[in-house]
C-alpha cells in the first residue's frame, strides 16, 4: 500500500526533506507525496517542480492548510516542516480530521502544546512522529552499540560542549531570533544533542544551569557553505529588510546534568561565542572514553584506553561489537552495507538519506500500527531536556526532567503558551 502524504511548510527544511523524500522513494514505495502547503505560492511551486523533476509527477500546491485538509483526498498523513510554533496548530488540525502526523524536531514549541498532539494522537489511534534525524546516522548506531556493549565499561560521565556562532543569525532566518517562534536558541541548536545524549545514557533525572542571552543582536550574513542551496528560494517574512535584529531568546545555556543511571553530564550549549569554535563530545567509562562521531559526517566514534596513544578505530571498533547490523531500512540506503564503521557521502547527500530513514519509519509505523522510532514520548523528552536547561536557568536551581515533561515546572514556556491563542500562522521553515 502507497500512503498520500502532504507537506507543510516549503522554505529551506521544507527543501531538505523533499529531497529526502526524493531519496526515499527511490528504494521504497511507502509514500507519494500528494500535496505541498506553504502562504508563498513560489515556494510551495518550487518545492513541487523538485518533485515533478525527480519523480515524475507534481503535487498539488495549496496556500491554505485547511483548504488542503477539507479537499486534498485521498490522503493519509500530513508532515509539518513549518517554523516551531506552528508545529502544534497544524499537527492537531490534522490529527483531528484523522491524520496521522510527522513533525520536524523540535516536537512543539511548548510542552504543553506537546501534551495536546499526544492526547490527540493516542485517543485517535493515529501515528504521531517526530522528525529527529541525527540519531539515525549509522555512525550513532554504531556508537550505542559500543555503548550498550560494555565497549568503555560502565558509562560514567559525559562531556558535551559545543561553542560557536558568533553574531550571525541563524540560518539568515528571523523568526529564529523570537522567543514566541522559536522557543530559544537551546532548541533550535541543542534539541539533536539533548535527543542524542537520551538515545546513547538513557533518561535525564535532573538538570542544574546557568542561561543568558549573551549576544543580544545578531547580523544578517547569507548562509555560507552547503546549507546555502536549500534556502536560495525561501520567503523571508521577520525582520524583512533588517540587518540587525534584537534577540529575545537564550543562546547560553551551561549545566550540569545527572541522568537516571548516574551518569553525570557537563553540557554546554551556546551560540555567543565571537571568534572561536568548539565542540567536545565524550562518553567516559570504567574502562575507556569514547569520542563521540560528528554527525553527518561519515566519521566515525574513537575509544582511547588508559596507557595507549593508539585509539581504537575503523573496523576495529567492529570487533567489539561482533553483532551489530543496521537496520533493514539504513542498509538499503547504504547500498546494502550492514556493518560500516566509516563511510563517504557530501553532506547532501548524507542529509537526504538520515531523512528518507524518517520517512521510511514513519511509514512502516503507519502500516504496521506500532510506535515510530521517535514517538510522542522520545520527541517529549528530547523537548523537555533543551527547555530543562532554560528552566533551570530561570529558576536558578535544579529541575527534574519528568516535572518539565508533565508541566510541572513550565516557568519560561508560559509566556509562549500565553501568547498562542492571538498567534497567526506562519507556514515558511
Excluded at 501534551?115 to 555512525?139: C, H, I, K, Q, Y
Excluded at 547560553?252 to 557537563?266: N, T
Excluded at 561489537?321 to 546494502?336: E, G, I, N, R, S
Aim: a negative charge; charged letters at 25%.
Amino acid at each position: 500500500m502507497t500512503l498520500q502524504l502532504a507537506l507543510v511548510g516549503c522554505g529551506g527544511m521544507g527543501l531538505r526533506h523533499i529531497r529526502g523524500f526524493i531519496e526515499m522513494a527511490k528504494k521504497f514505495d511507502t509514500f507519494r507525496m500528494a500535496a505541498v502547503c506553504d502562504l508563498h505560492e513560489e515556494a510551495a511551486n518550487h518545492i513541487a517542480g523538485e518533485i515533478e523533476t525527480a519523480l515524475g509527477y507534481r503535487p498539488k500546491v495549496y496556500t491554505d492548510f485547511n483548504r488542503m485538509l477539507n479537499e486534498e483526498r485521498p490522503l493519509d498523513a500530513v508532515e509539518i516542516t513549518t517554523d516551531t510554533r506552528m508545529h502544534h496548530t497544524f499537527g492537531l488540525a490534522a490529527l483531528r480530521v484523522g491524520f496521522h502526523v510527522m513533525t520536524e524536531k523540535p516536537m512543539a514549541i511548548t510542552l504543553k502544546t506537546s501534551r495536546a498532539m499526544r492526547d490527540v494522537a493516542v485517543a485517535s489511534g493515529l501515528t504521531l512522529a517526530v522528525a529527529e534525524n541525527f540519531r539515525r546516522d549509522p555512525m550513532n548506531r554504531l556508537t550505542k552499540a559500543l555503548i550498550d556493549n560494555g565497549a568503555i565499561g560502565t558509562p560514567k560521565f559525559v562531556v558535551k560542549l559545543s561553542v560557536g556562532g558568533g553574531t550571525t543569525l541563524m540560518h539568515n532566518t528571523g523568526w529564529r531570533a523570537l522567543k514566541s517562534r522559536a522557543g530559544s536558541h537551546i532548541l533550535e541548536n541543542g534539541i539533536h544533542d539533548c535527543d542524542l545524549l537520551l538515545y546513547f545514557l538513557g533518561d535525564v533525572d535532573s538538570i542544574s544551569a546557568q542561561t543568558g542571552i549573551l549576544t543580544e543582536v545578531r547580523r544578517r550574513a547569507g548562509i555560507a557553505g552547503q546549507l546555502s542551496q536549500f534556502y536560495q528560494h525561501r520567503v523571508e517574512d521577520e525582520f524583512t529588510g533588517d540587518e540587525e535584529i534584537k534577540v529575545d531568546t537564550e543562546d547560553s545555556a551551561l549545566a550540569v546534568v545527572r541522568f537516571e543511571s548516574g551518569v553525570i553530564g557537563q553540557v554546554t550549549l551556546t551560540s555567543a561565542s565571537l571568534g572561536y569554535s568548539a565542540d567536545v563530545n565524550s562518553v567516559h567509562g570504567t574502562t575507556g572514553t569514547l569520542l563521540l562521531p560528528q554527525s553527518r559526517s561519515g566519521r566515525g566514534p574513537k575509544i582511547l584506553r588508559e596507557g595507549s596513544d593508539t585509539p581504537i578505530e575503523g573496523d576495529e571498533l567492529l570487533e567489539l561489537v561482533p553483532d551489530f547490523q543496521l537496520d533493514d531500512m539504513t542498509a538499503k540506503l547504504w547500498d546494502d552495507r550492514r556493518r560500516i564503521a566509516s563511510y563517504e557521502m557530501s553532506f547532501p547527500e548524507i542529509d537526504a538519506k538520515l531523512i528518507a530513514i524518517e520517512y521510511q519509519d514513519f511509514g512502516e509505523a503507519i502500516l504496521s500500527k506500532r510506535e515510530p522510532e521517535v514517538g510522542a514520548e522520545a520527541g517529549m523528552k528530547a523537548l523537555a531536556f533543551a527547555y530543562g536547561l532554560l528552566e533551570s536557568g530561570q529558576l536558578r536551581k535544579p529541575v527534574r526532567l519528568a516535572d518539565v515533561v508533565d508541566g510541572t515546572v513550565s516557568g519560561y514556556q508560559q509566556e509562549i503558551d500565553d501568547e498562542l491563542e492571538d498567534v497567526g500562522g506562519d507556514q515558511d521553515r
